[in-house]
């Protein structure tokens, strides 16, 4: 009879331990941070569906006038997590603010990806679907672009990222199609495929085609060759074996890009002993996107922050800047973000560096016209100067624009 009791006591605990889960299961789950809004898009060219995954930047306004430059990765729902954690991490000073576009590639990978069409690899049947990148390619350029174009507010100033296959679609690119992307990020590209043919012509194209403001970063990983650790770097080109055939492809394209450095590709490559196949895509997105923006970078720092530099300079420097991103984004873009326009004026209030706040609050109206923030911060800069009539001026703009009742009170205050 005890057995019996203890065996019905064991199968309740059992059945309310399960109803346990099951509720918690079923309370709603709130998620720290979501990536990728979920799109798609019908291609006519590939005739399937195609999904993509959006990521915005945080200040993003449809209706806004601001265009943002936009990044197209390969594999989005593998690797878009990372390009946008690497964009919060590095935007506004060592990269700018992109739109992310995410490619799904998990429906036909190797056919849409691959550049040449082959049967055998490795000496092994290769049974697969492959070879129709330009298919490809056409659908990014007359259908998925056109699409972003359309839906965001984006530039034609284009970024390229893709792994493996899609760093050996993403060099395909380069040199089929350069005008259709500025910069491509390839990562640990598989240049073996089709006995290097994708090398092979690039040799005449690299030799005699310009590419003029145009960047690529390529990388290779640490496996060099699977069953010979002896391989190393400095001696991998002397092996001749298949072991080597798809390290020994990437820095035969490397010697050839800087073998042609005149046909003006800003190029840059590098080598991670530390890192796998799998896990070179990380550091190579950070270091790409670093790489390709390098001239975004914000220069004269230490004198931005210095407050003994003379205003003069200081207006030479963030002209400068403006004249330095014009030249390569091709349209005008704002230096310095609002924000630290902003900032710095009040910097120089605090200073008592009255010149020099104007100044940077000018710049602000200037690049930012359409904010009601900047107007008020130019309010704050006449009220400190005992000029309300001036304030008020700027305060009437700043409620023009915005109907923010906190302006309407500010200029209530200041008109008493």
């Known amino acids: 009879m005890k057995t019996k009791i203890r065996l019905i006591l064991i199968v309740s605990l059992i059945l309310l331990f399960q109803q346990s889960a099951t509720a918690q299961q079923n309370k709603p789950v709130h998620y720290l941070k979501k990536t990728g809004i979920v799109d798609s898009l019908y291609s006519n060219i590939l005739k399937e569906s195609r999904e993509i995954y959006i990521q915005l930047p945080e200040n993003y306004d449809p209706d806004g006038a601001q265009k943002y430059p936009v990044v197209f990765v390969l594999d989005g729902e593998v690797f878009l997590p990372t390009v946008s954690n690497v964009h919060d991490f590095y935007s506004g000073g060592f990269i700018p603010e992109m739109v992310l576009v995410g490619i799904s590639n998990k429906q036909n990978r190797t056919r849409d990806l691959t550049t040449s069409t082959i049967t055998t690899k490795y000496g092994m049947p290769f049974n697969e679907k492959n070879g129709e990148a330009e298919h490809f390619l056409k659908f990014i350029e007359k259908e998925l672009i056109p699409y972003i174009e359309n839906k965001y507010r984006v530039s034609n100033f284009r970024t390229l990222i893709g792994h493996s296959y899609g760093g050996l679609f993403t060099i395909y690119s380069l040199i089929n199609r350069p005008d259709l992307f500025t910069n491509y990020i390839a990562i640990d590209p598989s240049l073996d495929w089709d006995d290097q043919k994708l090398i092979n012509d690039a040799k005449g194209v690299l030799a005699y085609q310009s590419f003029k403001n145009k960047a690529l970063f390529m990388s290779l990983s640490g496996q060099l060759h699977m069953q010979n650790p002896a391989v190393t770097i400095d001696n991998v080109m002397q092996d001749t074996s298949d072991f080597t055939l798809f390290a020994r492809s990437n820095i035969a394209f490397s010697d050839l890009a800087k073998q042609n450095a005149k046909n003006g ?18 550091p190579s997105i950070m270091d790409g996107l670093i790489a390709v923006f390098n001239w975004f970078q914000m220069e004269n720092t230490a004198k931005i922050n210095s407050f003994d530099t003379p205003k003069e300079e200081l207006y030479k420097i963030v002209k400068h800047r403006e004249q330095k991103l014009k030249d390569h984004f091709g349209y005008f873009v704002p230096p310095y973000p609002e924000e630290l326009l902003n900032m710095s004026g009040y910097m120089n209030m605090d200073m008592q560096q009255m010149p ?19 107007y008020d911060s130019m309010a704050d800069y006449y009220e400190a100067q005992g000029k309300p009539a001036d304030a008020i001026k700027y305060l009437n703009k700043a409620f023009e624009l915005s109907g923010n009742d906190y302006y309407k009170k500010r200029i209530e205050s200041l008109t008493k």
């Open 356 to 374: 020099k706040a104007k100044m940077y609050f000018d710049f602000a109206l200037e690049y930012y016209p359409e904010s009601a923030n900047v």
């Open 265 to 282: 590709l800003s190029f840059n490559w590098k080598f991670y002993p530390n890192d796998i196949h799998g896990t070179i895509p990380f």
